[in-house]
């Protein structure tokens, strides 16, 4: 198993994973998707709201804000002591208090105020609501732990996708080297260059085979090494994707020890 | 009404870009260039900027203000 | 998680996994299918909400149950691989 980071910016990361089976690949971006906990609003106590806005869609705008989310200080509500009644160790309350001065009042997130500095909106200028002059927006959110399989607001990740490692080949006794390949690809990765024909970039290939069926003599192969996968995991930026990976893998050794512990009673 | 948070599709965050891109367009800036310096890369979060009326302007002439 | 034996012979086995989904059966059957004594490793969900999976193991020459284990360690062996992989690369 070898791991080689192609691309890495705050939120965003791209990188090979090579040595493993597409089932395991797919498991992993299952786990991402659906099991890693993430802190999100999940219950809105309105107390008073006089915007042109319906409590409801307020409330759904403020499950969708992606809060930063601190793994080792809150568990999930199903998995507190206090048995998800709500305590101190599973939910976190943020306000919302605007009275509107300007004729056009924008609400953003920064409003939101939270119990704990640890936990809060990640981006501090999504417009939450917009109200007029005079009209007061006041309540209560409490955010709590959730997993991807239950709303995708809890969801870690906006995207998270892998493809199969691209190879292309080309077969030079057949070529005639007619430059349509070159012309129809759409990623740009084929050159013909003094007499040699050759691939360059073959990561950003997508595996469209246009070059395969256009070529006349079958000089061009697109195939995959089948053991190696182009991963893409995009944060919403509550956890970092380091944090995401690990917390996966984590859960992964989590379900096979519990299971193992299962089938030693057998 | 508002902006959507996220984009429908993909469901990356997409609503703090939006007085940015309104400044930048009213700057006269095209809007394929606003939303690569956003570096949204997929179609979906694009069209979530492009498309977007924001009716909740209209709406709040009409709505009654708190005595 | 929740494992209990449906059907137990000498080399064949059904356990009934309450509370998990492709996610672990699919990598749990993958990792059997390449073990060696393995003739047939799949799962089945009765109904997609009402049921629970269902995994049947058939072996041939080894304890089904052997095989789970050393299934398992597999899995927990890859697992470790990355994630040390994941905190040396990266930032």
């Known amino acids: 198993m070898e791991l080689e980071i192609i691309e890495q910016h705050e939120n965003y990361v791209k990188f090979v994973l090579s040595g493993i089976t597409p089932t395991f690949a797919n ?23 006089t915007t042109p806005l319906y409590d409801e869609i307020v409330a759904h705008r403020l499950g969708l804000l992606p809060l930063k ?14 048995g998800g009644q709500g305590c101190t160790s599973c ?13 056009i009042e924008i609400v953003y997130s920064n409003s939101l105020l939270s119990q704990d500095p640890k936990i809060g909106p990640v981006f501090l200028n999504i417009p939450i609501l917009k109200m007029a002059k005079n009209q007061k927006i006041f309540l209560e959110a409490i955010a709590r732990l959730g997993r991807g399989m239950e709303h995708a607001k809890w969801q870690p990740t906006s995207t998270v996708s892998y493809k199969y490692y691209p190879v292309v080949k080309f077969n030079e006794k057949n070529c005639t080297y007619c430059g349509e390949c070159v012309e129809v690809c759409p990623r740009d990765i084929i050159k013909i260059e003094n007499g040699k024909i050759y691939a360059e970039n073959v990561i950003n290939c997508s595996l469209c085979n246009q070059c395969v069926d256009i070529c006349e003599t079958d000089a061009v192969f697109v195939s995959t090494t089948g053991t ?8 919403t930026g509550a956890l970092s994707t380091k944090d995401i990976l690990l917390k996966a893998l984590k859960i992964l050794n989590e379900k096979a020890n519990e299971f193992k512990v299962n089938v030693e009673e057998f | 009404m508002m902006i959507p948070i996220r984009c429908y599709t993909c469901g990356k965050v997409i609503a703090h870009y939006y007085d940015d891109f309104l ?16 570096d949204l890369k997929r179609y979906c979060c694009r069209r979530m900027l492009i498309t977007h009326v924001e009716l909740i302007d209209d709406i709040l002439t009409f709505s009654s203000p708190v005595r | 998680m929740q494992a209990k034996i449906v ?15 492709h996610t672990f059966l699919n990598l749990l059957r993958e990792s059997l299918k390449d073990q060696e004594g393995v003739l047939f490793a799949a799962y089945r969900f009765p109904h997609p909400l009402l049921e629970n999976p269902i995994f049947y193991l058939r072996t041939e ?4 149950i052997d095989a789970l284990k050393i299934a398992v360690d597999t899995i927990n062996k890859h697992c470790e691989d990355l994630t040390d992989l994941v905190t040396s690369s990266f930032t």
């Open chain 1, 27 to 49: 498991t992993l971006r299952r786990l991402i998707m659906s099991e890693v906990p993430t802190m999100a609003i999940d219950e809105v106590i309105i107390i008073e709201n």
């Open chain 1, 69 to 82: 989310t601190d793994l080792a200080s809150y568990v999930l509500p199903t998995e507190c002591e206090c």
């Open chain 1, 91 to 103: 939910e976190v309350s943020l306000t919302l208090e605007v009275l509107g001065e300007k004729d």
């Open chain 1, 228 to 235: 190696d996968f182009i991963f893409t995991v995009e944060s």
């Open chain 2, 23 to 38: 400044d930048g367009m009213k700057a006269g800036k095209e809007a394929s260039e606003l939303l690569d310096s956003f």
């Open chain 3, 7 to 21: 059907r137990k012979e000498e080399s064949l086995l059904e356990v009934e996994i309450a509370g998990e989904n």
């Open chain 3, 61 to 64: 020459g080894i304890n089904p």
